[in-house]
C-alpha cells in the first residue's frame, strides 16, 4: 500500500512540478511603504506554509505575519513598525523553521524633502536585463522604486510569446520576483496595476484558474498602503492608494477598472478577464487630492497610474479606452491641482507639454510615458496618432527608466538609459502650489 503511495507521489512529482513540496525556502523578498516608520516586507513559498506562520526578525524582535493562498503558492507578509531613519537593519525572514538571512534595509527619514525615487513601467523577465542592472548598481541612491503596471508579462506565457514560457504564470512570476530581490528586500518597491495584471492570461479568461483572475498575482504578491491611505478596508486591496515622502504627495491609480467605462469590467471577455468591484476609486482619489491640495505642507503632487491620458499612438484595447481614462482622471487631477501624471502602457518615453483636455495650457498637467524598462513585446516605435503637437521629447529606441529628485524647493524629473547610464531628458517640474 505504502509504495503505491510514494510512487503517485513521485509520478505526480515528474508531472506537476511538485518535487519542489519540500522546498519552503522563502523567494522574492520585497518591501514596501505601509507607515511613516513602518514597512511591509513580503516574500513567496513555493509550499508548506499554512502549517507554520511567516515571520521576520529585526531589530532583535520576531514579528509574525499573514498568508494567501493561490493555486500553488504562498504569499506572506509580516509588517513591521517603529523603524528608525537612518539605521541600518539587518533582518531574516523565514516561514516556520525554513528561513534566509542576510537582508539589510536603511529605512528613509519620510519627512525629508531631499530625494531621489525611480519609476519603471512595463517590464517584464524579457527585454529587461539592462534595467534590471542598472537599478541593481543604483538602487541606494533611491529611496524607492514604483513600477507604474504591467509586471512580469507572465499573461503572456499563456499565448507562448514569452520566451520563458514552458513554464507556467506563476513560474515566470516568480522569476521576475526572484531576479529583483537583490535590489527590493533593501529598497521598497511600490506598484500600480496595468493590463498585464488582471488575469493569467493576456487573451481572456479562458483557461486561467479562478484563483488567478481579477487582479489576484497582482493582490497577493504585493502589498500596498490602501488599508493605511483609507483606500480601502479590504486586505491585498493594492489597486489604489496613497503614500507621503516629504513635501510630496503619491497617489496611485487604477487605470484598469473601477470607474465609468473602465477597460476591466466585471463582464469583459476579449483582450483581457473580468474583473474590477474593488470600490469607488474616484469618490477616493477626490477626497485624497482635496486633503492633498489644501496641506500647507505639500509643496507637489505627484500621480502614477498605467494608461497614458495622450500620446503619439492613441491605439488601444478596448477601443476608445484612451479617452475613458483621461475623462475619468484628468478633470479631478485638474481640480486638485496634481502636478506630475507618470504612465507606461506605450513600450517607450514621451513627456508632454503642460496640457489639459489635448491642448497645451500653461498650468496643465505634465505627463511622462515611461514605458521602456524592457519586456518580451519589446520597445515601441514612435505613433502617428493626434497626440503629437503635446509630445516634446520622445525616444522609441531604448530601454530606460524615470529618475524623480526632490530637493528643497525644487523636483526634477530625468529619464536615464538602462545602457550606458546617460540622461536622455530633464526637465524641472513645477509646483501648481507655489
Ligand atoms: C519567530 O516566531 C515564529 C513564530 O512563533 C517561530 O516559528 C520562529 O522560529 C521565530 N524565529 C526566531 C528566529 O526565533
Ligand atoms: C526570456 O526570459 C527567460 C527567463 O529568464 C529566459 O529563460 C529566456 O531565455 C528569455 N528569452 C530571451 C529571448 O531572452
Ligand atoms: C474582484 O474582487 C473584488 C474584491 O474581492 C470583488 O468585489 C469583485 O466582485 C471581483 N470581481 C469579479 C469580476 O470577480
Redesign the pocket.
Known sequence: MKTYVILFIFLQCLLQDLCSASDSFPRGVHIAFVGPSSIAISFYTRSDAPSALPWVLIAEQNYTGTTTKSVSRYHHDVIVSDLKAGESYEYEVGVGGSSVNGFSYSPIDISSSNFKVAFVGDMGVNNSAATISALMKKHSDYSWIHHVGDISYADDASVKIEPSSGSGYDEVYDLFQDSLQDITSSTPYMVSPGNHDVTCRVTSDLGCPKQQ????AF?QRWRMPSIESGAST?EH?NVWYSYRVGNVHFVSIDTE?DFPNAP?????KIGG???????DQLSWLKSDLQAANSDPTIDYIVAMGHRVFYSSSLTDWPLNAVKHVSSAFEPIFKDFNVDLYICGHKHFYERGSPAYNNKPVERGLVQIVNGAAGCNEGVQGEGKGKGHHLIVKGNYEDTGYGELEVREGEMVWRYVLSEGGGVDDEVVIKSKRS
Open positions: 483572475r481579477n487582479f489576484s493582490r479590504v486591496h477598472s476591466t469590467k466585471p463582464t469583459t478577464g473580468a474583473g474590477g468591484g474593488f470600490g
